[in-house]
């Protein structure tokens, strides 16, 4: 069975602690605190915004429900430096990246094109194209080692994309060029309506084998694991030494996103099963059982977690439409004469419907 296959663990599904020789992890309980703030807080804007699509207010959300502990244990293992190239689901990793979650849910209301500066949040934009953003990471990485500065990335991608050529032709150029980029790939366990076992006849992370560099699979429901194996796997790439790829086994517990009815591909029991593993359950049963947090504590981040709910809903319904001209903007580097053209007859034709259509695209 795939959740049979070793995988590293720190923590328990029942919220005990256990040891690692291979990746140790010196944490203390302010970080654990964090990392289980980090996790409430990212699943309830999260379910913010599915609501705000159902109500209308957003054109599309892709949920990370069941993966905040990947997410927020690889995007915490960042140091300031690296540079980060997600899917259209790393929604706990831009949190850790300073990403205003309004910027995130712009694009999917369909008023900017990403919403944050890459180059001030060294988190690239989410990237729609399946794959593709592993051909930008090791492109980034190769360039990084060449420039010789000590960072690294990382890339973010699931389990159907490990099937798309784009990431074979990733794996070839950062193995061959020792390239610092860890390639971090969330198995959820379906590409959609394709479960995992149909893609791969071997675990995903055994796929490293084929172009000579490490592969290992992680628990990745277990936050201190995923801190302490991308932590490890960042150092190496640092140190010159290539490549990673971590295959982070864990459970889309929502929809591939709201167009999708899982329902109608996997079972209840299913979704059960894999909600006894729930990421934050397990870190909240640790804070409890060691002592490291009270229920004062767990009822503040909850109401935090509110508070951040409410706020991301009245701006996320106060964001302005951008002006028609904008679509015109940023095409080419300089002029080009067909978007020109284009620009030019799109005027043209908003004049018809009288000025506030027209406002804000130059004849």
């Known amino acids: 069975m795939p959740d049979q296959i070793p995988m590293v663990q720190l923590l328990t599904p029942a919220g005990e602690l256990v040891e690692d020789p291979a990746f140790p992890l010196h944490t203390t309980p302010d970080e654990v605190r964090g990392l289980y703030r980090d996790m ?3 699943r309830r804007f999260d379910g913010e915004a599915a609501a705000l699509q159902r109500q209308g207010e957003l054109g599309l959300w892709t949920q990370s429900l069941g993966q905040e502990a990947a997410q927020i244990g690889s995007g915490r293992a960042l140091r300031a430096g690296d540079h980060a190239f997600p899917t259209f689901r790393e929604h706990g990793v831009a949190w850790c990246r300073g990403v205003d979650p309004v910027d995130l849910m712009g694009m999917f209301r369909g008023v900017s094109h990403g919403g944050w500066d890459p180059a001030e949040k060294n988190f690239h934009l989410y990237t729609i194209v399946i794959g593709a953003q592993t051909l930008h990471a090791t492109g980034y990485a190769m ?3 060449r420039d010789g500065a000590d960072d690294a990335v990382i890339a973010y991608f699931g389990d159907g994309a490990s099937s798309q050529g784009d990431v074979a032709e990733a794996f070839t150029f950062a193995s061959v060029c020792d390239a610092p980029v860890v390639f971090f790939c969330q198995n959820n366990q379906w590409a959609i309506s394709e479960p995992a076992e149909r893609q791969s006849r071997a675990p995903l992370h055994r796929r490293a084998d084929g172009w000579g560099f490490p592969g290992l699979r992680v628990d990745g429901n277990d936050v201190l694991a995923c801190l302490a194996v991308t932590r490890w796997a960042l150092d190496r790439a640092r140190r010159g030494a290539g490549p990673v790829l971590i295959e982070a086994f864990t459970y889309r517990m929502g929809a591939h996103s ?3 009815d899982p ?7 299913e979704r059960e099963e894999w909600a006894r593993r729930d990421p934050i359950d397990r870190v909240r049963c640790l804070l409890l059982r060691q002592g490291w947090a009270d229920q004062e504590f767990l009822d503040a981040v909850e109401g935090e977690s509110e508070a951040l709910a409410r706020d991301v809903r009245r701006r ?8 028609p001209d904008l679509m015109f903007r940023h095409v080419y580097a300089g002029p080009h004469a067909l978007v020109a053209e284009e620009r030019a007859g799109y005027a043209e034709y908003a004049a018809g419907f009288g000025p506030d259509l027209a406002e804000g695209v130059p004849a």
């Open 40 to 42: 409430v807080l990212v």
């Open 143 to 145: 360039g990084i080692a």
């Open 258 to 260: 709201t167009s999708d």
């Open 263 to 269: 329902g109608r591909y996997r079972s209840a029991a």
């Open 316 to 323: 996320v319904r106060e964001l302005p439409d951008p002006e």
